[in-house]
């Protein structure tokens, strides 16, 4: 029984420290959680932003709009500006030391239905994931307390209240994923509260992995090569302009081959202001070269 006193006890302390932080994001569908960063500000996951407007609710039960300051889609974050009036801000904790069998807390306010609070540990470290569009995030801490739907966005905290992670992914069954609350992700929320959202180059493709391109090549009777298969080409995006078209294999950027997703994103990210990419394309037998511009 002293242990689960203990957690009781650790439990009432955190809702009480770090709960009026926590706020509800949007209203009915698509709804996620938030945490109060700082006077008027909201930090969040990206993909619970829709449009320049959000609902906010507060843990006293008043709603507002807020305003989208910065997003980082790619890195899954955005901060809102909403009057928080009285609301605090949550006190930033120290990665150092947070490692596998560290106790954690998480918490959340699905959509502003009320506080959620749940115990976990951290069950690894430097875990990656995908974004929302594609991009590998990594560095992630994986936690074992349990997630409601509703509840990304919210934040994973220690004994004291003060914020360790901001959860944003599910991986399997009770287990989810955190980017850890470390200098980078000050600095990053920093730049986001200032309006500066990171303009990464986009080609505008939906894309398919090497495995499906060689089966698909494989079975119209073409030869095998690695490459990512164009599967959608945005009307009017970059790649469109440079001819890019459904079904080819992108099989090199920048000059260096191209056998996944991740490698295509590094040579984007290698992309200057303005600048332009070279892409080998295969289409069918032919090899075609062609310039895709970010201007």
Avoid: C
Wanted: charged share 25%.
């Amino acid at each position: 029984m002293p242990v689960l006193q203990g957690v009781k006890e650790a439990v009432e302390q955190v809702a009480a420290a770090a709960g009026p932080s926590l706020v509800g994001v949007g209203q009915r569908w698509g709804v996620g959680s938030g945490v109060i960063v700082a006077s008027g500000k909201v930090l969040t996951n990206a993909h619970n932003v829709r449009g320049s407007e959000v609902s906010i609710t507060f843990s006293d039960g008043r709603t507002e709009t807020g305003t989208v300051a910065g997003t980082d889609v790619d890195g899954d974050l955005a901060i809102i500006d909403v009057d928080t009036k009285a609301a605090p801000a949550i006190g930033w904790g120290s990665p150092n030391g947070v490692g596998i069998g560290t106790a954690v807390l998480a918490l959340a306010n699905p959509g502003g239905r009320g506080l959620r609070v749940t115990v976990g540990i951290v069950s690894g470290t430097e875990r990656s994931f995908r974004g929302p569009r594609g991009r590998r995030i990594s560095g992630s801490l994986e936690h074992t307390a349990p997630l409601l739907p509703g509840s990304s966005g919210g934040p994973i905290v220690d004994e004291d209240g003060k914020l360790l992670g901001l959860n944003t992914n599910r991986l399997g069954e009770g287990f989810y994923l955190a980017i850890p609350a470390d200098e980078t992700l000050r600095e990053r929320v920093d730049a986001l509260s200032r309006g500066e959202s990171p303009a990464r180059p986009r080609l505008g493709v939906a894309i398919a992995g090497a495995d499906v391109a060689r089966g698909l090549r494989r079975a119209v009777g073409l030869a095998e090569v690695d490459g990512l298969l164009v599967r959608g080409v945005e009307d009017d995006g970059p790649a469109a302009k440079a001819g890019v078209r459904e079904g080819d294999l992108i099989i090199e950027a920048g000059g260096e081959a191209v056998r996944d997703a991740d490698e295509l994103h590094a040579a984007l990210d290698r992309v200057k202001a303005g600048g332009t990419l070279a892409l080998k394309l295969l289409r069918g037998t032919e090899e075609r070269d062609v310039s895709v511009s970010f201007g």
